[in-house]
Each structure stands twice: as C-alpha cells, then as structure tokens.
C-alpha cells in the first residue's frame, strides 16, 4: 500500500529489492523514475557526499540534457520532503543521512560484519544466526525496479557480489549442522548464475550428498567440469576433485553423518583468506593519508581501483599499506591477500612465481600455462567475479605490476614501491615522506613514555639533520632506546657525531636500516649506483641543478636523464623549501640515502668524488 503516514513514524529506507521508503508500515510514494534514481543513488552512498557530476551521471548516463543541474535541484527538493531532511547539501554535492536501524543496507552489513567477527571468536552457532539473519534482508535483486540506469545496474552487481559472498559463509555453516535440505533450489540457482564460483559449487554438490543425491552431486561436478573445460581450459580444483571422489566412493563425512557433520577438516569450502600482516598497534600519525587512501580503495570508480605508495626506503610505506588494508578488510567478500614481489636482497620476483602465489593464495592451484596470453587470461577470468584486496608490497616496475592486476571486477589493489612507478596507468598515487618531528615525538613517547623524551626538541632536531625522521630511523631508534634504559633521548642524540659508524648504529634486533638501504641500492642498475655513490661525495646533501649535472659529469643530456631516473626511483627529490628560486631548481637526497652514501664512500679505495665521477661518467656515456 502506497500513500502518506504519520510524521512522526520513523522512515524505513530499503533498497535490498525494489526501492521503496517506508513509514509506520506504509509505503510512501516516491515520484518518478529518475527522481527514485536519485534517491537510489544516494542510498547506495548514505552518509557520504555523492558529487553533483555523479548524481547527473546517475541520471542521465552520460547524455544529460542543458537543464540537469537545474532539473536535479527540482528532484532534490522533493526527495527532502519526502524524506523529512534526511538529505544534507554541501557545497559540491548531496548526503543522505542514515542510521542502521532506517537503511536494509546498513543493516545488511553491520549484521555481515558481526558475524564474520563471530566466526573470528569460534562461535559458529551465533555467526550462522547473524549471517541468516543478514540474508533475510534481501526480498530480491537490489533495485530491481530501476536496472534501467546504467548506474543502478552496476550498484546491484555489486551489492549483489555481498549479497553472495554472505550467503556463501552463512550456507556453509548451514550445511555443516546439517540442514542442507531448505538450501537446495538456492545453492543450484545460484551454482547456475556463478559458474566461476567454486566455492557454490562446492557447497551445492556437499548439500546433495548430504540428503541422499550422490548422483547428483556428482551430475552437478560434471557440468562444472566441462564449462571450466570449455571456458579456461582447465581442470576444477583439487579441493573439488577431492570432494568429487570422497562422494564417488561413499566416503564423504555428509553421507556418514548427514545431519551432525560439523566441519571436521573437509575440503569442501574454502575459508576466505586473511593474508595481512599484523597491524602496528602503536601505529601514529598519517591520518590524511589513510583516509586519502580508504577513501580511494571503497570508492566506485575504476580509476581508483589501484592505489600505489611510494616514497624513499624507511618511510613506511608497507606498515601504512597493511594499517589500511585491515581498515578496508570487511568491505572485501572473497578475503585479502598480501603478496612481496621483491626478493629478501631487494631483487625483482618473476611474475610467474608471483601469479602462481596468487592465484592459490584465491583458491586455484594449477599450473600457469607456457603462453603468457593464456596465463594472463586465465588470472584474469578467475577473479573477474571475485573480491578480494590485493595488497602487492615492495614493487620493482610498472611491468611488474601491469602483469598483476585483475582486468576487470570489484577487486582492489594497493601498492608500495620506492619508486614512482609514473609509467602506470589510471593509479590513485601517494607520495610518502618522513614523519614530522611532532609526529616522531608522538611514536618516541609512546614507545618510550613521556620522561625519556623531555625536552627534545633540540635531540630531535640533531637526528633529523643526521638520519632524517623517517618511521624506520624513530622506530629503529626508538627499540634501541628501549633496550639502553640509561640513556635519554637528548644523551643519544649527543653522541651522534661521534659515533664511529653512525649508520650501524640503527640497528635492534633483525631490524638495520643499513640493510635496508643495501636491499635498495641493489635495486638499482649499474648508471644508477654510480651516480648514487657521486652525490655522495658530496660535502653537503642539497646541491643545485648546474651542481648536480656538474657532479655526474658526461654529456648534459645522458646526466640529466640519469637525474631524472634518481628521481623516479626517490634517490634525490626536488627541494620543497626552495623549488625553483632565480630560475635554479634545488635537488636534495634524503638524510639516509646520502648516509648510506658515505658508507660507500668510506668503503672506497680511491679518492671518493674523483673515483665516483669517473665511474659515473664511464656509466653514463655508454
């Protein structure tokens, strides 16, 4: 029943099916097509900004008459008072204000969320009543009344890939209790629709051999075998070739224990993986940059479905990526996967070996074909319909990394590299840099209380001229404190210039900074390294471009690409205190980099400028 309701009744915004806005038990009437377009749209966002561009989009698919803006507005103003100032303007766009108890979407994913945590705590009966519960939301298709719009139609898939990836957890613990039964006609339709998905498949042929269909379980593996034949030219995995022959033979633990089975190690499903590392729990600062890099990773469009940081060796570039990672988890169905593509000696792994770990760490463990067009292919088509994070730490080049990335679908990537990477298409790119002294001096007191680090402004002042504040030197400097109890931060910071070996001296445990930076400085090619040991032969880390060019020696236009190269992989950066001054662009080294500089210099048997510029120069010219 549609119509008017009292005021004071609380609105019910559901968009799990058809749209609809409900008050005390009445459906309230909603205007015209588009204008529930844009009503949609916005509760597809709730409670954050959706842009006036987007909205027209939204509306009009790209092919919006003169008058949008203005016939926005006129929607606008009457979805307000349909929807009793739930709607925020700002400057550049709308909000929609909801709470979980007024939105079936909210709902969905807060009940998703408690009972993934469930599952966390070992409490298999209360995920599989949070999850069923989450699954009852769903009257049909999302919007299914409005997958005319282009943009509504890409917002169902992808709330009904979520929609999936539950049903998927709460039908496994339903098949593991045993009642299989009133699952059946879902798991085949669903089978059906999501022929990649061989986790569906798993759990469909498990509930038919759990009410006495071993036929056709067995049917339901042969068809799947042939389209992934057919498809991929593959063979199903070998969790479902187990269960196939575990039911062949009688031997499966449903046809034993039909209604008891609880799990017991069967490889029927496929836990969704959790790769990330464990996240810093002292992890300071960097706020603009993890809500930067959140909003990047959630967000809908598909240039933003890659997000790279880079920045010099020490920056923390990896514990920022794994911090987000673990903010972004639960918005990721099929699980996280974290991946090095670089050797313990900093050397580049071959993408083979890493897309082989990929793709078991998602659940297909097979043999990359010879053809690397097939290979890719076959990367590509197995997470097409999958949604995972992809965490891919420590990359070496845009090569490297095109190779790895999903062709398409709502999986995400989050990268880190020393370098820029600049060759690499539509990424989300964030420039690391070391922490400010106050945020040094927030992760010191933290990890060493208040009293050790009194007065330090002038310490941490010393230590930022001699090593930087990078998260690596505080951390690094920070363990090492914690072991020499006797020393302040001030007494340290004293001592710097006359330590024999000031570079060695951050080290604690497996944990060196000069490892660090020798990792990298293998990294880098031949020309690189030469040019790497000039800059620092010289007396002061900051030089201008004549200097620098002067430096390198060689022809002006074989330095200047090698400058160029410094830069791209953040050896030197562009001074932000004195960018161009009288027409002169500032370069600057990084106070590890130009550290680890005079390690190798000091390693040198030869007068270090002349022996660095000679070599170099022999470098450069070739």
Known sequence: MAGSSDVASPLRFKILGPLQLCSGGIRLELGPYKQRVLLAALLCRANTVVSVDQLIDA?????????????????????????????DHVPYGYSLRATVEESDLLKFDQLAAAGRQAQREGNAGGACALFGEAVRLWRDEPLVDLLGSAFVAHESQRLADRFLAVYEDWAELEVEAGRALGLLDRLGELAGRHPFRERVTALHMTALDQVGGRWQALACFENHRQFIARELGLDPSPVLRRLYREILAGESSAQQHPAAHVGGGRPTIR????????????FVSRKDQVEELVGALTSDSRCTDVAAISGPTGVGKTALAVHVGHLVADRFADGQIFVSLSHPDGMAREWREVMTELLRGTGLDVTL??????????????????????????????????????????????????????????????????????????????????ARVADASGALHRIREFYGLSPLV????????????????????????????????LRVGDVSVHDGYLRFHQSLTPPQQAAFGVLGALPRPAVDQAGLLAALGGPAESATRIVEELMEANVVVVDDDDEVMAHTVHYRMPALAYRYAAVLRGSSDTTPSDRSANHAGEHLVQ
């Open 59 to 87: 509306l009009w698919d790209g092919d919006q008459p003169r008058t949008a803006r203005k016939n926005l507005q006129v929607y606008v103003s009457a979805l307000r008072k349909i929807a009793r100032g739930h709607i």
């Open 271 to 282: 836990s969704r993986p959790a790769q990330l590392p464990r996240d810093l729990s002292d």
């Open 369 to 450: 074909p010879q053809a690397e067009t097939s290979a890719l292919a076959l990367w590509r088509s197995w997470v097409a319909e999958r949604q995972f994070l992809f965490v891919l730490d420590g990359a070496t080049s845009e090569a490297q990394i095109r190779r790895l990335l999903p062709g398409r679908g709502e999986s995400r990537t989050l990268l880190t590299a020393s370098r820029k990477l600049s060759g690499l298409e539509c990424v989300h790119r964030l420039e690391l840099g070391e922490f400010s002294p106050a945020e040094a001096l927030d992760l010191l007191e933290r990890v060493l209380g208040k």
């Open 474 to 505: 505080v951390r690094t400097l920070a363990g090492k404190l914690t072991v020499q109890r006797h020393l302040s931060l001030r007494e340290y910071a004293d001592q710097l210039g006359r330590l024999p070996a000031a570079l060695d001296e």
